[in-house]
């Protein structure tokens, strides 16, 4: 039962706001932002079974080790392992009144998930961040700062592309992880599309 649960959190934490299930199709902020992108579900699928088959080490309450088998992403060091270790380590202190020990173990999994899951989809991310820059930079006289309250404000407001960009860098990290190198070319090429998008979105405010 538990087990089942487990499961079912799993599915849920990965896909949420980022993947419709069972159809290749990568979705930003919204469904109705979305992008189909073909063995996207294999990649997703082969990220779920790293945290399903490695339950057994949760359960024990071997989180460290739990953690250590996610080396395989791309990005993913002992240095990033210990620094959401530490995370995790500060937010199971504030859990420790909770009475039920059934609703703790899927209350703790959620947290734990939802801890590594964001740290693994942040990784790349400041690379797409550093590419817009870089391209508004080259394009025009916005100083550097103002590019980035410009960002700022995107992020506030959840915009389209800036979700769906989030989220091709999110699987562009898992292909290459998962050696999914035609998938990860295809990312590349996405990625660059909606950063495009969004420079001029900014070039275009300043003007």
């Known amino acids: 039962m538990i087990m089942d649960q487990l499961y079912d959190a799993t599915d849920n934490l990965i896909n949420q706001q980022f993947y419709k299930d069972g159809r290749d199709v990568i979705i930003g902020r919204t ?30 309450g071997k989180y460290l080790k739990f953690l250590s088998h996610f080396k395989r992403i791309k990005g993913v060091d002992e240095i990033f392992v210990k620094e959401v270790y530490q995370d995790l380590q500060l937010k199971f202190e504030h859990l420790k009144d909770t009475d039920s020990d059934h609703i703790n173990i899927i209350v703790l999994y959620t947290i734990f998930l939802n801890s590594l899951i964001s740290s693994i989809r942040d990784l790349n991310f400041g690379e797409a961040i550093s590419e817009i820059k870089k391209r508004i930079l080259k ?12 960002l700022d404000n995107l992020f506030m407001r959840n915009d389209d592309n800036v979700s769906i960009l989030y989220n091709i860098s999110y699987l562009d990290t898992l292909a290459e992880s998962f050696n999914y190198k035609k998938v990860a070319h295809i990312c590349k090429i996405q990625k660059s599309k909606f950063i495009n998008r969004i420079v001029k979105l900014i070039i275009s405010s300043h003007n």
Do not use: C, M, T
């Open 139 to 150: 394009k025009s006289n916005i100083r550097e700062h103002k590019i980035q309250e410009e």
């Open 31 to 60: 469904p109705e932002v979305s992008i189909k992108i073909s063995n996207s579900g294999q990649i997703i699928r082969k990220f779920k079974d790293l945290f399903n088959q490695n339950l057994a080490l949760f359960l024990e």
